[in-house]
């Protein structure tokens, strides 16, 4: 399998992990939209010293990847391309915080390494919830929860859309260096002078065929904007959201990690 | 035989079509289609029978003729209600079906037509039903084969209702226990249907009637028997 292939796959397969029948993805979307961000934001929303209490929040992924069934390693490693940005992000800060927090014997422990350990863990947790978001929610499913929250219906077509091309666009240019590949067997990769004739293939066949898809949703009445079954919020869904924001709370604002703390030496 | 009582579904008169300057490829197509037709429309490659069903279902409005739908004159203004009533199966499956479930695809039409949830899920699992996939309702799109892909179009269109199916090569690229499921499948659901294809035998076995297309005209038009049977006329249309 090529790169285009494999990440069509890896496609296929996200979206075999959001149509399992399991309690969390039966959840209402707006519930596992509103979960991501306020998690997403309490994570950021810390001090860049405060170490501790950032890493009690990895009970939410914690959760979910347990709740959800999902594994943490295809996970991290579905989030590869995503995750060194996110991870690298801190390093420069050792050069530029140089003050001594703690003395670990000889070794000084700065202000600028704590706070580069706690940009990473806060782009890991980051990406997992992203993760589990997109692992238990469909393109639909998160359009329908953005409806919900009333943004405009222009956006929310637009990302649907992409949703619905992107596949597209990767099947097209998969079949395109597959055939390139199949008459050129000696060559590694695509020589830099077909480059230019492939990128116009690919764009007109994909075009053709985003045509195709068009004429075919306005034969069948499409009006501008994709009409969705109404999904009633049950109590479940509400609890769910407001439990986790009231735990995520009480971990960000208040003493709660001391207490636990507390408890465990006592 | 068409008697005066019969409802007619589809008329087109005088039929012209160019894609561009000097180049006509329907040069005045004229035929009728009563309610409860079958018939195959055949033709060479380019004589225009895909450009013709486009037309049929207002795909394109660059025509010279009329065509009326149900009664209704192929115009800008009346594009929203012929589409209620004439439903198109296109050649490629794989680009006609762009939800993510086949469920979703197939509710896909109704919804549209703001039917009430119950109507739309009636109207899914009929669908379904008629073409013996109620299994694959779950299914996401991009796992089915080439012949559950085009029965999965073919319940998306059922699904609307419509008066009249237009279908485009339907047995294209299918293997033959798919080809002969599909023959089998068009056998049993009612309705008009038009079905533009090379496939002779396809013909035979699904329409009573057909058309010949040859140089941008109707060549002949009749019982499908009668006109397959006419190995001269199909050589010197160039099949």
């Known amino acids: 399998m090529n790169t285009i292939e494999n990440n069509l796959h890896t496609i296929d397969k996200l979206s075999e992990l959001q149509q399992r029948d399991l309690w ?8 596992r939209l ?8 309490l994570v950021a929303s810390f001090d860049k010293y405060d170490i501790v209490h950032l890493a009690i929040m990895a009970v939410y992924p914690f959760f979910c990847f347990m709740v959800g069934e999902l594994s943490l390693k295809d996970g991290l490693y579905r989030m590869r391309v995503v995750l060194p940005l996110v991870l690298a992000v801190g390093l420069p800060n050792p050069f530029f915080d140089r003050q001594v927090l703690i003395m670990a014997g000889s070794f000084a422990i700065t202000g600028g390494m704590v706070s580069m350990v706690v940009l990473m ?23 329908y929860a953005l409806r919900c929250l009333h943004v ?7 990302v649907l859309l992409i949703g619905r091309y992107i596949y597209m666009l990767g ?20 020589h830099y002078k077909a480059w230019g004739t492939l990128v116009g293939q690919w764009l007109i066949r994909s075009m053709d065929r985003a045509q195709v898809v068009y004429e075919s949703m306005c034969l069948r009445g499409f009006r501008g904007d994709f009409p969705e079954s109404k999904r009633g919020v049950r109590l479940n869904d509400v609890l769910y959201t407001l439990v986790w924001a009231l735990v995520l709370g009480a971990l960000r604002f208040t003493g709660a990690v001391e207490l636990i703390g507390q408890l465990f030496v006592a | 035989m068409k008697t005066g009582t019969e409802k007619r579904v589809l008329e087109v008169s ?11 490829v329907l040069k005045g197509v004229t035929f009728d289609v009563n309610a409860g037709e079958n018939i195959g429309l055949i033709g060479a490659n380019g004589v225009g029978k895909s450009t013709l069903l486009k037309l049929l279902v207002g795909l394109d409005l660059h025509f010279e003729g009329t065509i009326h739908v149900s009664g209704h004159s192929m115009s800008r203004d009346s594009l929203t209600h012929i589409r209620e009533h004439i439903g198109y199966v296109f050649q490629d499956s794989d680009s006609q079906l762009f939800m993510s479930t086949v469920e979703e695809d197939v509710a896909f039409g109704p919804r549209n037509y703001d039917m009430s949830e119950t109507d739309v899920e009636k109207r899914v699992a009929d669908a379904l039903e008629r073409v013996h996939i109620t299994n694959l309702r779950k299914k996401q799109v991009y796992k089915l084969s080439g012949g559950e892909k085009k029965l ?29 499921n599909l023959i089998s499948v068009l056998g049993e659901i009612p309705g008009t249907k038009l079905i533009a294809s090379h496939d002779l035998d396809f013909i035979v076995k699904t329409c009573s009637r057909t058309i010949l297309m040859y140089d941008g005209v109707v060549r ?11 190995a001269q006329l199909l050589e010197e249309c160039g099949l």
Do not use: W
């Not at chain 1, 890991?124 to 692992?135: E, G, P, S």
């Open chain 1, 24 to 31: 969390m993805n039966k959840l209402h979307p707006l519930t």
């Open chain 1, 34 to 41: 509103l979960s991501s961000v306020i998690y997403i934001v």
């Open chain 1, 121 to 143: 863990i806060k782009g890991l947790f980051t990406v997992l919830a992203l993760y589990v978001l997109i692992a238990t929610s469909s393109v639909e499913d998160i359009c």
């Open chain 1, 152 to 158: 405009p219906k222009t956006i929310v077509i637009v």
């Open chain 1, 171 to 190: 099947s097209e240019a998969s079949r395109i260096t597959t055939a390139y590949r199949l008459r050129a067997p000696r060559q590694k990769g695509i």
């Open chain 2, 14 to 24: 005088d039929l012209k079509y160019s894609y561009e300057k000097g180049h006509q």
């Open chain 2, 152 to 180: 999965a179009a073919i319940a998306a269109i059922l699904a609307m209702e419509p008066d009249l199916i237009l279908m485009d090569e339907p047995s294209v690229a299918l293997d033959p226990r798919n080809r002969r």
């Open chain 2, 220 to 230: 002949a038009d009749g019982p499908t028997k009668d006109i397959l049977e006419n």
